[in-house]
């Protein structure tokens, strides 16, 4: 299949006008002026979408698609106890639950043009549901509250691959999270860290999020002192901020930083140099009353950057074009340019995923939106300011129609009817406790 529109932004490389990209699943065969396209591939049939430009599938960073059916039941509180919310709620979720509301938060991913996601899982849920509806990435399995040598048998009841192999079998890679340093003891960052470097996989933290983390870390006072020392086996406040204590252990290089609001200025440098990147959250921050990444302070570190909704509930919506624009009201210099190179092919490096998604080049899988912009001679500035799910008119994910005229191509209502039973009972679990 051609998808054509009226310009193709290919991200790596030029805009081109009246482009179309040639579709042969699950991989882009070709780009180019949709008239060249179609003389080179007369057979194809063409998706025409006037008034549209063309994109790659983007890519939200962090999130936890488990949290989806739940979102409205944990509510808005201040982050520790928000924290100590989504425990509750999660405690009273079976795998079913889990994976109705995975499956919940990949239609609303899909649906507004997220074709790949760093995802904190807790099972094979997951990615299976995410698969499923064509959504695909890093699935980051999240340990915590336990101590190092249990992290194997953890891992096997989360049935975590058994190898590095499965674990980047495919399109889906399952890649491994201590989740933060109040939650994780210094010996299971390390060997969580460890078995990650092993696996050749992925490894994510929440870093440097809020002042509780900070004040604990500093001076081992705050919010979080019970919390520490519940979860945190053999945590000793280390007098530093959360990414220079990460580094400390050994456990920096490569690492995917989650928030990095509270980052120090010689942190930055350090994520510049050791990290694969930082995930911003502006809008979860706000929520939460984290307060707001320094994007600016970041960018001229030269930190790489991705963006993240996190999840539901700390958030309005899975929308990366609105977290993009509340990442513009952070920082208004940010060019277009690299707006849109953090919704794809630089968080797609990030993740570490960049060679087969986030850019429209022949060879990587075929993830295309298609996005209604009404006529522009400027793409770019169209596409950060017009895009939102209900601008999205086509998703491709790996050559497969997941959204038609602005419509998923699955029936919708099972899956939203399942993720709100989810909802009800953890509602009743919350209420009796
Ligand atoms: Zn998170």
Not at 15 to 25: L, S
Not at 226 to 248: D, I
Not at 300 to 326: H, P, W
Not at 349 to 377: F, K, M
Request: with cysteine; glycine share 10%.
């Amino acid at each position: 299949m051609l998808i054509a529109g009226d310009w193709v932004v290919p991200v790596l490389g030029e805009p081109i006008r009246d482009g179309a990209v040639v579709v042969r699943a699950p991989v882009i065969a070709d780009v180019g002026p949709l008239e060249a396209m179609r003389e080179r591939y007369p057979s194809l049939p063409v998706r025409e979408h006037p008034g549209c430009v063309i994109a790659p599938g983007l890519v939200n960073a962090h999130t936890h698609l488990a949290l989806t059916s739940v979102a409205r039941v944990v509510g808005r509180a201040p982050f520790p106890e928000w924290l100590g919310r989504v425990a509750a709620v999660m405690r009273v979720m079976d795998a079913d639950d889990i994976a109705a509301s995975c499956t919940h938060g990949a239609l609303l991913s899909i649906r507004a043009g997220v074709t790949t996601v760093g995802d904190v899982a807790y099972g094979p849920e997951a990615p299976a549901a995410a698969a499923d509806l064509g959504l695909d990435g890093v699935f980051f399995f999240e340990v915590l509250g336990i101590e190092a040598e249990e992290l194997p048998q953890r891992l096997a009841e989360m049935e975590y691959p058994q190898d590095g192999e499965s674990c980047r079998a495919g399109r889906t890679v399952c890649g491994l999270t201590a989740h933060a340093p109040y939650s994780s003891g210094p010996g299971l960052i390390q060997a969580a860290y460890g078995l990650a470097q092993q696996r050749g996989v992925p490894f994510a933290m929440h870093l440097a999020e809020s002042d509780a983390e900070i004040r604990l870390l500093d001076s081992g006072s705050g919010p979080f002192v019970s919390l520490a020392a519940r979860l945190a086996h053999g945590f000793a406040p280390p007098a530093c901020g959360p990414v220079e204590y990460v580094h400390r252990l050994g456990a920096l290089r490569g690492v995917i930083a989650v928030h990095c609001t509270k980052a120090t200025e010689r942190e930055m440098s350090l994520l510049a140099r050791e990290a694969a990147g930082a995930v911003l959250c502006p809008r979860s921050n706000r929520i939460l009353g984290n307060g707001a990444p320094p994007v600016r302070e970041l960018r001229a570190r030269g930190v790489r950057l991705a963006l993240g909704t996190d999840s539901l509930a700390s958030n309005d919506d899975l929308d990366l074009f609105e977290e993009a624009r509340a990442l513009r009201r952070l920082d208004a210099t940010i060019e277009p340019q690299r707006l849109l190179s953090i919704l794809t092919i630089e968080g797609a490096s990030v993740l570490g995923v960049e060679d087969r998604v986030g850019a429209l080049t022949p060879g990587r899988y075929a993830d295309v939106i298609a996005v209604q912009t009404g006529p522009t001679d400027d793409p770019v500035g169209a596409l950060l300011e017009h895009g939102r799910a209900a601008t999205v008119r086509t998703v491709v994910s790996a050559g497969v129609l997941r959204v038609a005229d602005g419509k998923p191509t699955v029936l919708s209502r099972p899956i939203e009817h399942a993720s709100a039973r989810v909802a009800e009972k953890a509602a009743r679990a919350l209420e009796s406790a």
